[in-house]
Structure formats: C-alpha cells, structure tokens
T-cell receptor, first 112, second 111 residues
Framework: NAGVTQTPKFQVLKTGQSMTLQCAQD?????MYWYRQDPGMGLRLIYY???????DKGEVPNGYNVSRLNKREFSLRLESAAPSQTSVYFC???????????FGSGTRLTVV | GQQLNQSPQSMFIQEGEDVSMNCTSS?????WLWYKQDPGEGPVLLIA???AGELTSNGRLTAQFGITRKDSFLNISASIPSDVGIYFC???????????WGAGTKLIIKP
C-alpha cells in the first residue's frame, strides 16, 4: 500500500541513550515532516525537509537532528534521550494544499 | 509557535447525539482541513475546505469555511461509537508547505 511507513512502532530508551526513528514514503512527495504529539498539545513540528538535500527547524527542534537521506527517507535522531522526549512521533509528507499531509502511524517513545 | 484555537478540548456525548466543534485564528487561511486520529494511528483527512463560506459534507460530517477566513466548524450528526477519537483542525497559507494546527478535540461516546 502506498503511504508513509515509520519504524519502530514502540521504543523504550534509558536517559542518555541515542536512537534513530526511520520514515519512508513511496508517494514521490518532495516535502517531509517530523511531528511530536503530547496530550493536550496537539501536533508540534520538530523538523521538516522541503526537498531532498534540505532540512529546516520547526517549532521544537532542540534535542533532535534529522537526515533527508534521499527523496524517500527522512530520519529523526535523538542523540541523548531525555524523559521530556517521551512522546508519540509522527512522520508526514505534503500531499498538496488541497489535501494537506499524509501521516505515518507513529512511533511511541518512552524515555525512562 | 502559532496555533489555532480549537474548542472544546473534549466532549462526552451519548450515542446518537450531534457534535459540533470549531477552530478560530487571528490569521487568514486559504485552506481549512479537518483530520481525525484514531487511537494508535496517525491523523487522517476528513474534509478539506478551499473557499470562504464553503459548506462541505462527507457522510454524517459537515464542515464550513468561515466568511472571514479565520474560522471553521465541524459537525457530526447522529454520532456512532466509531466516531471516537481526536479531531484536529488545520489551516494552510499558500506561502509555504506547512499547516497550522489546533490542539484537538477528543470525542468520547458514552455507551
């Protein structure tokens, strides 16, 4: 099925550990995004990539890095995880102004 | 960061009742979008609105793009158990590829 695939679906980290969240899309879209979702806070943009080879900070970039490996893949890295980064992370692609984003199913991350 | 004002934050309703939620903004948008998020999933687009004053339906869902272009509402008629979830509004300005999001309305249906 066409869409946005995120891995892993669940992850538990200890404080200070690092990890990379993977995202891949097969819709040939240029723009990709990483959001985090916390209860009562809605969706907050971490980083985005308007096209292959470019990345920009969003609203809450501190503690994260990203890589736009190619047109299909956009990864999010936590270098030294903190409990404040416990959240659900969503990757999305820009489908166009008439349809907005297509989202992956999310990665639920717990930092203990 | 900029965010839309979405209300109510949560709703407890009986099955069969109608539901109404809305979003307001201090900025003008060219597109309003309504998404639904089921538990454990990413948001999925329900309705997109492109013109001020536009009223659009999708089954039991009806949404309107406010005349001022600064607000939108979503109505759900005769709610059913599968309507539970979080509903998000989002606005788009043509100047970039980003959406501005509301904080969500959590819908809970009492059996």
């Amino acid at each position: 099925n066409a869409g946005v695939t995120q891995t892993p679906k669940f992850q538990v980290l200890k404080t200070g550990q690092s990890m990379t969240l993977q995202c891949a899309q097969d819709m040939n879209h240029n723009s990709m995004y990483w959001y985090r979702q916390d209860p009562g806070m809605g969706l907050r943009l971490i980083y985005y990539s308007a096209s292959e080879g470019t990345t920009d900070k969003g609203e809450v970039p501190n503690g994260y890095n990203v890589s736009r490996l190619n047109k299909r893949e956009f990864s999010l890295r936590l270098e030294s995880a903190a409990p404040s980064q416990t959240s659900v992370y969503f990757c999305a692609t820009w489908t166009g102004p008439n349809y907005g984003y297509t989202f992956g199913s999310g990665t639920r991350l717990t930092v203990v | 960061g900029q965010q839309l004002n979405q209300s109510p934050q949560s709703m407890f309703i009986q099955e069969g009742e109608d539901v109404s939620m809305n979003c307001t903004s201090s900025s003008i948008f060219n597109t309003w979008l309504w998404y639904k998020q089921d538990p454990g999933e990413g948001p999925v687009l329900l309705i997109a609105l492109y013109k001020a004053g536009e009223l659009t339906s999708n089954g039991r869902l009806t949404a309107q793009f406010g005349i001022t272009r600064k607000d939108s509402f979503l109505n759900i008629s005769a709610s059913i158990p599968s309507d539970v979830g979080i509903y998000f509004c989002a606005g788009h300005m043509d100047s970039n590829y980003q959406l501005i999001w509301g904080a969500g309305t959590k819908l809970i249906i009492k059996p």
